[in-house]
């Protein structure tokens, strides 16, 4: 069994632009820019994959990094398989959750 670790953001709330960016982001998403990369605007992600750990010792290990990092007041830093890096400022995380997660492989 693998340990999956995921952070969960705080809710932004609603902002000026939202109604406007929604409609543009769904109304032909095939042309519109960063459609080819998957960043086009659209509603915030209330959750992030920090990592998929083999054994729960490093999972417990990526918990403690987090702890601490966001202890500090440190943005925390996730990266995705896209090879994307995400910078999410201590103060917009909500909670941190290890959960034990079945793979296809498994």
Request: net charge negative.
């Amino acid at each position: 069994m693998a340990f999956s670790v995921m952070v969960w953001l705080v809710n932004p709330g609603e902002y000026p632009q939202q109604e406007a960016e929604e409609e543009w982001a769904s109304a032909g998403r095939d042309v519109a820019p960063g459609a080819a990369t998957g960043a086009n605007t659209g509603r915030a992600l209330p959750r992030l994959v920090y990592g998929v750990y083999e054994t729960r010792e490093d999972a417990e290990q990526a918990l403690y990094e987090i702890s601490n990092t966001l202890q500090g007041n440190a943005p925390l830093r996730i990266s995705t398989k896209s090879g994307r890096v995400w910078l999410v400022p201590a103060s917009r995380v909500h909670y941190v959750v290890c959960e034990e997660v079945e793979r296809p492989v498994d």
